[in-house]
Antibody, heavy 119, light 111 residues
C-alpha cells in the first residue's frame, strides 16, 4: 500500500524553526517528485514546494522562498521541509504529496501534520 | 501570476447534477493538466479527476471533468448527487514557473 506519513509538527514561537519529515512506503520513492502543500485552519490548499526525484529541480512558493528548504533522502525514503523564520501566517496543516506523473498530479497525500506558530 | 478561481459554494439536491467551475486568470488553462480533489472534513484531499477528464480507479463515473478553452475554464460535474458527495472540491494545475496552483475551493452542500 502506498503511504505517506508526516511528522514533526508542533507549537513554535514566531521567528522559530521546525523541521517536518515525510516517510514514504509502498512505492519506489526515488522515482517520483514530491511536494509539500499546506492548509491554514478553515482555509484552502496552498502549494508550498516541490523537489524532483534526484533533487535537481526545486521550486518554492513566493510566500516561503528564502525561509523554507525542501530536501529528500532517497536512501531513507524520506522527504523533509526545514522551516525557518516562522510567522503566524505559516500556521497550517502541512501535507506531503507524491507527484504521480511529473505534471503536478498530487497523489496520494499524507494525513498531514499541524504546525502552529504562536507566542 | 496564474490563478484559478472557483465559486465559494454550491448546493443541490440528492439525485441532481451539479457543475463546479474553475477559471484560469491568464494564459490558456488548456496548457497544463487540471486535477480535481475532494476533501472531507478532517481528511486529506483525494483525487476525483486527473489530467482534465480522467477518473482514478475507484471514483464513480458520476464524476466527470472537462475543459472549455473558450471560457478558459475547467469544470467538475457530479451527476446523481449523493449525500456522501458533500465535501470541499479543489481544482489544481501549475504555472509556467513550475509552481503548483490551487483554486480557492468550493464547498458542495447536498440537501
Amino acid at each position: 500500500e502506498v503511504q505517506l506519513v508526516e511528522s514533526g509538527g508542533g507549537l513554535v514561537k514566531p521567528g522559530g524553526s521546525l523541521r517536518l519529515s515525510c516517510a514514504a512506503s509502498g512505492f519506489t520513492f526515488s522515482s517520483y517528485s514530491m511536494n509539500w502543500v499546506r492548509q491554514a485552519p478553515g482555509k484552502g490548499l496552498e502549494w508550498v514546494s516541490s523537489i524532483s526525484s534526484s533533487s535537481s529541480y526545486i521550486y518554492y512558493a513566493d510566500s516561503v522562498k528564502g525561509r523554507f528548504t525542501i530536501s529528500r533522502d532517497n536512501a531513507k525514503n524520506s522527504l523533509y521541509l526545514q522551516m525557518n523564520s516562522l510567522r503566524a501566517e505559516d500556521t497550517a496543516v502541512y501535507y506531503c504529496a507524491r507527484d504521480l506523473t511529473g505534471l503536478y498530479w498530487f497523489d496520494p497525500w499524507g494525513q498531514g501534520t499541524l504546525v502552529t506558530v504562536s507566542s | 501570476n496564474f490563478m484559478l478561481t472557483q465559486p465559494h459554494s454550491v448546493s443541490e439536491s440528492p439525485g441532481k447534477t451539479v457543475t463546479i467551475s474553475c477559471t484560469g486568470s491568464s494564459g490558456s488553462i488548456a496548457s497544463n493538466y487540471v486535477q480535481w480533489y475532494q476533501q472531507r472534513p478532517g481528511s486529506a484531499p483525494t483525487t476525483v479527476i486527473y489530467e482534465d477528464n480522467q477518473r482514478p480507479s475507484g471514483v464513480p463515473d458520476r464524476f466527470s471533468g472537462s475543459i472549455d478553452s473558450s471560457s478558459n475554464s475547467a469544470s467538475l460535474t457530479i451527476s446523481g448527487l449523493k449525500t456522501e458527495d458533500e465535501a470541499d472540491y479543489y481544482c489544481q494545475s501549475y504555472d509556467s514557473s513550475n509552481h503548483g496552483v490551487f483554486g480557492g475551493g468550493t464547498k458542495l452542500t447536498v440537501l
